[in-house]
């Protein structure tokens, strides 16, 4: 607790709280990194699962490239959102939660974009590929999760 | 609108609604965020595929993609005309909600010139400096909504 409290105290936390547009571009660069993330994973996953048909399985690595890039600017944002109120979020359940859904979401991310590209790109292997459909259904799921427990941290967080 | 307007919105039943219980919000963001990423999820592929990311004839795929960002716009736009509703005072004279509609109807905009004027090119592996403007341009204006959005709050009075 001592780390987050002297992060909470640091120039930039204050900075961070004082500034007009410091808090405000942070949190909503934030959204962008998250609908980019999320709304491309949500595109593989119906892709994977035959709902999204059409388009070369050889795209599906380069879209969750994107995925990451977007995840990418969602972390940067929320750690620097985190340095201001580190104390407050770490004992709330509800971010907790948030924290867990998002790291799993992750880390399937990664893990499929790696799968899929060790696939050599077979297109007809990787549509029917029932672990990478599995998979990517849990980080629909997951990453839903995380969006929605994000929202709800404002109201719940004084209560669990 | 005058404020009187944004005073007789506040005393409809709609927002007494959404401020009668205190999940009914909560529940409409979760809602309204969920749908803005399969929105920008689905306008992701068809702006990818106008700046020439990748070249494929895909016809029925885009069509699928416009009826699935459409849905979630309607979605979108619901829950934010609830939003509106319920705290109506907080989007009165606010630049950041004020520039967000105007974001929307020029994205709205550059859907159209889309429609009327490219909507061929998905059966072709073409594409053209009008097809890149407009893909760039869809990109530019929904980042910009998603960032004048989440600027709503702090720029309430």
Redesign the interface.
């Known amino acids: 607790m001592s780390f987050l409290a002297y992060l909470e105290a640091s120039a930039f936390s204050e900075w961070l709280l004082i500034s007009m547009l410091g808090f405000p571009t942070l949190i909503a660069l934030h959204s962008v990194g998250m609908a980019v993330a999320v709304g491309l994973s949500l595109m593989v996953t119906l892709q994977l699962n035959h709902i999204l048909t059409g388009l070369s399985a050889q795209l599906i690595p380069k879209f969750l490239s994107i995925a990451v890039w977007g995840f990418a600017l969602n972390l940067i944002t929320g750690i620097a959102l985190f340095v201001s109120r580190g104390q407050e979020y770490i004992t709330s359940t509800i971010f907790l939660v948030k924290m867990l859904l998002v790291i799993v979401s992750a880390l399937i991310l990664f893990w499929l974009r790696r799968h899929l590209l060790r696939m050599k790109l077979a297109t007809d292997k990787l549509v029917s590929n029932g672990v990478a459909r599995g998979m990517s259904v849990v980080f629909a799921a997951t990453w839903v999760g995380a969006v929605i427990s994000g929202r709800l941290i404002a109201y719940l967080s004084d209560l669990y | 609108m005058s404020s009187s307007t944004f005073a007789w919105i506040a005393d409809t039943p709609i927002s007494a609604w959404v401020n009668s219980s205190?999940t009914i919000?909560?529940t409409l963001?979760?809602i309204h965020?969920?749908s803005?990423?399969?929105?920008?999820?689905?306008l992701?592929?068809i702006d990818?595929r106008l700046i020439g990311?990748?070249r494929?004839r895909?016809?029925?795929?885009v069509q699928?993609?416009i009826r699935l960002s459409l849905a979630a716009f309607v979605v979108n736009f619901l829950t934010g005309a609830l939003f509106f509703a319920g705290n109506s005072p907080k989007y009165l004279n606010n630049s950041a909600f004020e520039l967000k509609l105007i974001l929307i109807m020029l994205a709205g905009m550059n859907a159209i010139f889309y429609r009327v004027r490219l909507s061929n090119l998905v059966d072709t592996n073409e594409v053209t400096r009008s097809s890149i403007g407009v893909g760039y341009l869809s990109l530019l204006l929904w980042?910009g909504v998603?960032?004048c959005?989440?600027?709503i709050t702090?720029y309430a009075r």
Do not use: D, H, K, N
């Open positions: 205190g919000w909560p963001e979760s965020f969920v803005l990423c399969v929105l920008v999820g689905s992701l592929i990818l990311f990748y494929e895909c016809a029925s795929t699928f993609l980042s998603i960032i959005g989440r600027m702090f």
